[in-house]
């Protein structure tokens, strides 16, 4: 009787401690480790977008209406593409990393959306001020979280 | 005439926020609502350049339509950091049990 009591006491010390062994091994991650490769990569684009609207300004400032136009941008929108094209399948193929993947997402759409407006004419130097400020808070946002990935303690 | 106002704008883009995150609103940054009133400011002088004639009624779709994405940009990053937050109060528990178990058992155990 004795022995049965101490074996089933055995168990339920076990079955008490097993899980808490459990818990305290397993770090969580609730969302995907940082990745250089991923934040070099928008800082990238980031600085190749801004290249194009420093250019556009420029051009509008200077009265300059045959460089403005898309014809003289398209080597560097293809480069954009190209490098957004990358992010998707880095960011894609990194664990628990949908919530950059879907900014990286995002940011494609807007970049194509710029292309296409662009290919429109008739750029103001109003317009260029809005996709400024529009592409600052996107990267700036993405950066952001991109630093926050790093997890470093305060 | 001008439809949009910046200040009517921003207030139901920040009612709007936080009527659907409810007890998370104070969670959202000061960098998010500073993002929110800069792209309210946007869709304004999308509004003007369009009815001024600047630019054209599909320059203008598809210049809101980045607005849009932008302000997803914005959110997610919110999520994300949400994410972080919860983690490491996850983790910070997780510790204190080992710390716990171990000072009650006098040994490593965890």
């Not at chain 1, 959306?113 to 946002?141: D, L, Q, R, V, W």
């Not at chain 2, 849009?68 to 528990?93: F, Y």
Request: hydrophobic share 45%; aromatic share 4%.
């Amino acid at each position: 009787m004795e022995r049965l009591q101490l074996k089933l006491r055995g168990r339920l010390l076990l079955a008490l401690i097993a899980p808490l062994i459990l818990m305290a091994s397993c770090k969580v991650m609730l969302i995907g480790a940082y990745d250089q490769g991923t934040d070099m990569a928008i800082q990238k684009v980031q600085t190749e977008v801004s290249t194009i609207l420093v250019k556009l300004e420029t051009c509008i400032e200077n009265g300059d209406t045959t460089n403005v136009t898309y014809k003289n941008f398209t080597k560097s929108y293809e480069e954009i593409k190209v490098d957004l094209e990358c992010l998707k399948v880095r960011t894609g193929a990194i664990p628990k990393y949908k919530v950059v993947q879907d900014q990286v997402n995002l940011m494609y759409a807007n970049i194509l959306n710029f292309e296409k407006a662009h290919k429109m004419g008739n750029t103001s130097a109003k317009e260029i001020k809005t996709y400024k400020s529009t592409f600052e808070i996107g990267f700036g946002a993405m950066i952001q979280l991109q630093n926050a990935l790093k997890r470093e303690k305060k | 005439m001008p439809q949009l106002n910046i200040e009517d704008l921003l207030k139901k883009m920040l009612e709007a926020a936080k009527g659907s995150l409810t007890k998370d609103w104070q969670k959202i940054s000061g960098v998010a609502t500073s993002s929110l009133k800069a792209l309210a400011q946007n869709l304004v002088d999308i509004e003007e350049m369009k009815l001024d004639g600047t630019i054209t009624q599909e320059k203008a779709a598809l210049m809101i339509d980045m607005q849009k994405n932008t302000i997803k940009i914005v959110m997610l990053t919110e999520k994300g950091l949400g994410l972080l937050a919860v983690e490491a109060a996850i983790n910070a528990v997780i510790g204190v049990v080992k710390d716990t178990v171990n000072t009650a058992i006098g040994w490593t155990l965890l």
